[in-house]
């Protein structure tokens, strides 16, 4: 190097084209990055969201977890509700992993029938009040649910414990690891085979392509004081490539019943034509 020499000794030739000329469209959309399969769902349901404002307006959300994993995919403009019957599922875990074959008859009935009844039984049976929330509370703890606080006849609420409120992400998080959980085969079993007043949402979803679906549904006065309904479910759904869990809810304009499960069914029909982009996992 000679100290002085001119700075564009080492510049381009003349002849050298300052800019190079664009790709061709179809080399270009080769080398772009690839869309993260959260964004494409998350875009896609804002969609189907919005068509659904036409026909069945109301709020509506979902959340997404691989099984085995604390991942959340949420979506849609409803984030928690009360848990209504849906927090049947780590009652009856709770009461069957004390008392066994015992309440077998009344985990049947209020997982597969919803029965307030026998699910009141098994609540009662841990020992109720605060015996019984800690009790609840030791599983949803156990399956990642790291929040929610479980409502008791303590609370003095309208119901209990369904009363509960129970956001969609941590729903879904127990859901994934419900799966994983000690001595859950028989609830998932159950969850597996629910009566005709739980066959919506995910419930029957995917069966031609091989899934299967686990489900407890819940429903109840979406505020204090109000007749309309909040509709959720809980689901964990097994493919040929591995496990996810839902968690969805839905409170329709107007407060229907059957509207608000006709929602859910329209969400069921979204995630079954995205089953195979559903990100999963496996204990």
Same mark, same amino acid.
């Given at each position: 190097? %000679?100290?002085?020499?001119?700075?564009?000794?080492?510049?381009?030739?003349?002849?050298?084209?300052?800019?190079?000329?664009?790709?061709?469209?179809?080399?270009?959309?080769?080398?772009?990055?690839?869309?993260?399969?959260?964004?494409?769902?998350?875009?896609?349901?804002?969609?189907?969201?919005?068509?659904?404002?036409?026909?069945?307006?109301?709020?509506?959300?979902?959340? +997404?977890?691989?099984?085995?994993? !604390?991942?959340?995919?949420?979506?849609?403009?409803?984030?928690?509700?009360?848990?209504?019957?849906?927090?049947?599922?780590?009652?009856?875990?709770?009461? =069957?992993?004390?008392?066994?074959?015992?309440?077998?008859?009344?985990?049947?009935?209020?997982?597969?029938?919803?029965?307030?009844?026998?699910?009141?039984?098994?609540?009662?049976?841990?020992?109720?009040?605060?015996?019984?929330?800690?009790?609840?509370?030791?599983?949803?703890?156990?399956?990642? !649910?790291?929040?929610?606080?479980?409502?008791? =006849?303590?609370?003095?609420?309208?119901?209990?414990?369904? *009363?509960?409120?129970?956001?969609?992400? !941590?729903?879904?998080?127990?859901?994934?690891?419900?799966?994983?959980?000690?001595?859950?085969?028989?609830?998932?079993?159950?969850?597996?085979?629910?009566?005709?007043?739980?066959?919506?949402?995910?419930?029957?979803? /995917?069966?031609?392509?091989?899934?299967?679906?686990?489900?407890?549904?819940?429903?109840?006065?979406?505020?204090?004081?109000?007749?309309? *309904?909040? %509709?959720?479910?809980?689901? %964990?759904?097994?493919?040929?490539?591995?496990?996810?869990?839902?968690?969805?809810? #839905? +409170?329709?304009?107007? /407060?229907?019943?059957?509207?608000?499960?006709?929602?859910? $069914?329209?969400? /069921? $029909?979204?995630?079954?034509?995205?089953? #195979?982009?559903?990100? %999963?996992?496996?204990?």
């Amino acid at each position: 190097m %000679v100290l002085g020499a001119s700075a564009t000794a080492n510049a381009s030739p003349s002849w050298w084209p300052r800019q190079l000329p664009p790709l061709p469209p179809q080399i270009a959309e080769l080398l772009e990055p690839p869309v993260p399969v959260e964004k494409k769902l998350i875009s896609s349901f804002t969609k189907l969201q919005k068509s659904m404002r036409k026909t069945l307006p109301g709020k509506v959300g979902l959340a +997404i977890v691989p099984v085995g994993s !604390d991942r959340v995919i949420t979506m849609g403009d409803l984030t928690t509700g009360r848990a209504w019957s849906t927090l049947k599922v780590p009652v009856s875990l709770a009461a =069957e992993r004390r008392f066994g074959a015992a309440v077998a008859t009344e985990e049947d009935k209020a997982i597969t029938f919803s029965d307030n009844d026998a699910a009141g039984e098994l609540w009662g049976s841990l020992g109720g009040g605060q015996s019984s929330v800690d009790a609840v509370t030791d599983v949803l703890r156990e399956g990642h !649910d790291l929040r929610t606080q479980v409502s008791s =006849e303590a609370d003095d609420p309208p119901s209990y414990p369904g *009363y509960t409120p129970w956001a969609l992400a !941590d729903q879904a998080r127990f859901g994934a690891h419900l799966p994983c959980l000690p001595g859950s085969e028989h609830v998932i079993r159950l969850m597996s085979n629910v009566a005709s007043n739980q066959q919506w949402g995910v419930a029957t979803m /995917g069966r031609k392509q091989g899934a299967v679906t686990a489900v407890k549904g819940g429903w109840g006065p979406a505020r204090s004081g109000s007749a309309g *309904y909040l %509709v959720r479910q809980l689901a %964990v759904i097994t493919t040929l490539r591995g496990d996810v869990a839902v968690s969805m809810a #839905a +409170i329709p304009s107007g /407060g229907s019943f059957s509207k608000g499960t006709r929602m859910l $069914d329209k969400v /069921g $029909d979204w995630l079954e034509g995205h089953l #195979a982009s559903l990100p %999963v996992g496996r204990c």
